[in-house]
């Protein structure tokens, strides 16, 4: 069955710094990845899909590349604030289908 | 703007009560999920519907059951709460296809006492 890993200790970084969230995964090998963002006590929130043949995908102060040999996707926050505070899930998506990793919650300090 | 919602955001239950959690989308998705979300362990499928009518399992089918009469309703059974399914209930829905996006609910933190 797919496994997929982030790091599941939260990372603490001050604010302004850039944030960088890995996702890795194992027999599995996904036309799409997403990243969601999931605030205490509430679901999850979509942020960026990206494809198998993209290798980046920005959106504001968001980046997520996507290597398909290493079979691994960087997040990328940068010009971190307070407010981007919060737990980050990346998603394999097959056809129909979601697979979740735990997430890693991110804590920026002001 | 897109909406999922759920029944309760917070429900007691005791062993062996039979539980219902409902959720509502107002988008018109073909596809609706129903997901666990337990510390560590990330957000598992327990069952997802692609139409009216028909489900399928996900990877922790065993002790619920699910129904869908109506698109816009998905309904979530605990046949005979156990203390192993207190948890946080995560409903969502996406259109059909490869990569669609995942709208989700703000979720049901049951508790089994």
């Known amino acids: 069955s797919q496994k997929i890993e982030q790091n599941s200790e939260a990372l603490n970084i001050q604010e302004g710094k850039t944030a960088t969230l890995t996702c890795n995964y194992t027999n599995y090998s996904p036309a799409y990845l997403q990243w969601y963002r999931q605030d205490p006590g509430r679901g999850p929130v979509f942020l960026l899909l990206i494809r198998e043949n993209e290798k980046e995908k920005r959106k504001e102060r968001l980046k997520v590349t996507f290597d398909t040999t290493l079979k691994q996707s960087l997040f990328h926050i940068t010009a971190s604030q307070p407010a981007d505070s919060a737990t980050y899930l990346c998603a394999l998506a097959g056809f129909n289908k979601f697979y979740f990793g735990s997430g890693t919650k991110l804590n920026v300090k002001p | 703007d897109v909406k999922v919602t759920q029944s309760s955001r917070y429900l007691v239950k005791r062993t062996g009560e039979k539980v219902f959690l409902e959720c509502v989308q107002d988008m018109d998705h073909e596809n609706m999920f129903w997901y666990r979300q337990d510390p560590g362990l990330g957000l598992r499928l327990i069952y997802f519907s692609y139409d009216v009518k028909m489900k399928e399992k996900g990877d922790i089918p065993e002790g619920y059951s699910v129904s869908r009469e109506k698109k816009e309703r998905f309904s979530l059974i605990l046949e005979s709460a156990s203390t192993n399914q207190t948890s946080m209930y995560l409903c969502?829905?996406?259109?059909?296809?490869?990569?669609?996006?995942?709208?989700f609910g703000p979720g049901t933190r049951l508790l089994v006492l």
């Open positions: 969502a829905s996406s259109l059909p296809g490869r990569g669609e996006t995942q709208y």
